[in-house]
T-cell receptor, first 113, second 112 residues
Framework: KAGVTQTPRYLIKTRGQQVTLSCSPI?????VSWYQQTPGQGLQFLFE???????NKGNFPGRFSGRQFSNSRSEMNVSTLELGDSALYLC????????????FGPGTRLTVT | QKEVEQDPGPLSVPEGAIVSLNCTYS??????FMWYRQYSRKGPELLMY????GNKEDGRFTAQVDKSSKYISLFIRDSQPSDSATYLC????????????FGQGTTLQVKP
C-alpha cells in the first residue's frame, strides 16, 4: 500500500507571497491532519479535515487555511508569508474513525526569504 | 505549563543497551498515546499506539502507560545504531480526533 505523499518536497518563497502544499493520503483514509514542525516549537497541529469538512483547528492565524477534496486529497495554503513560516509542513492520514493511528508523509520544507 | 513534557536529550548509549524514553502529561483527559520515530529530514514514523494503562510490546519496543501518574515510556531493548533518531511522544483526547499533541522529542544516538 502506498504511503502518504506530499508535494512539493522543497519550496523557497519570499515574504508576502502565498504558497499551496498538497497531500495525498493512504488509500482508504478519509482524515488528513496538517502539522508545522520547527526547531523552536516542535510539531504543532494546524487543522484536520475529514470527509471534506474541517473537524479540528489549532491555534494558527487565519493566513493558514486548508481544504479537502472528494478523493480525500488535501491542500494547505499560507497567504502573506512571513519569515517565521519557514518550517517543515507535515500531513498525516488516518481512517478518521475507530483505531486512530496517524501516518505521516515526508513533509514539505518551506523556506521563506 | 505544556500539555506534554519530554526531555529533549540528547541521549547517547552504546550498542546493545536498553533505552528508556519518557514523557509526562498534564491532563487526565488524554486517553490515547503514541510514539513516533523521526530520522533526520524525514516524516515521523509510527512505532507504538496504545490507549490503556500497562505495557504493549512490539519486537524490541515496549510502550508503557501509567495513567495514574500521567507518565508514558518507551523502552528499546538491544539498541542498534539504526535506532539513532529523534523519538516523539504524542497524546490525544478522545474528542479531538486528528489532533495530536507532541512532546519536544528526544534525540537518541546509539554508538557502535
Amino acid at each position: 500500500k502506498a504511503g502518504v505523499t506530499q508535494t512539493p518536497r522543497y519550496l523557497i518563497k519570499t515574504r508576502g507571497q502565498q504558497v499551496t502544499l498538497s497531500c495525498s493520503p493512504i488509500s482508504g483514509h478519509r482524515s488528513v491532519s496538517w502539522y508545522q514542525q520547527t526547531p523552536g516549537q516542535g510539531l504543532q497541529f494546524l487543522f484536520e479535515y475529514f470527509s471534506e469538512t474541517q473537524r479540528n483547528k489549532g491555534n494558527f492565524p487565519g493566513r493558514f487555511s486548508g481544504r479537502q477534496f472528494s478523493n480525500s486529497r488535501s491542500e494547505m495554503n499560507v497567504s502573506t508569508l512571513e519569515l517565521g513560516d519557514s518550517a517543515l509542513y507535515l500531513c498525516a492520514s488516518s481512517h478518521g474513525q475507530g483505531p486512530y493511528e496517524q501516518y505521516f508523509g515526508p513533509g514539505t520544507r518551506l523556506t521563506v526569504t | 505549563q505544556k500539555e506534554v513534557e519530554q526531555d529533549p536529550g540528547p541521549l547517547s548509549v552504546p550498542e546493545g543497551a536498553i533505552v528508556s524514553l519518557n514523557c509526562t502529561y498534564s491532563n487526565s483527559a488524554f486517553q490515547y498515546f503514541m510514539w513516533y520515530r523521526q530520522y533526520s529530514r524525514k516524516g515521523p514514523e509510527l512505532l507504538m499506539y496504545t490507549y490503556s494503562s500497562g505495557n504493549k510490546e512490539d519486537g524490541r519496543f515496549t510502550a508503557q502507560v501509567d495513567k495514574s501518574s500521567k507518565y508514558i515510556s518507551l523502552f528499546i531493548r538491544d539498541s542498534q545504531p539504526s535506532d539513532s533518531a529523534t523519538y516523539l511522544c504524542a497524546i490525544r483526547r478522545p474528542s479531538n480526533t486528528g489532533k495530536l499533541i507532541f512532546g519536544q522529542g528526544t534525540t537518541l544516538q546509539v554508538k557502535p
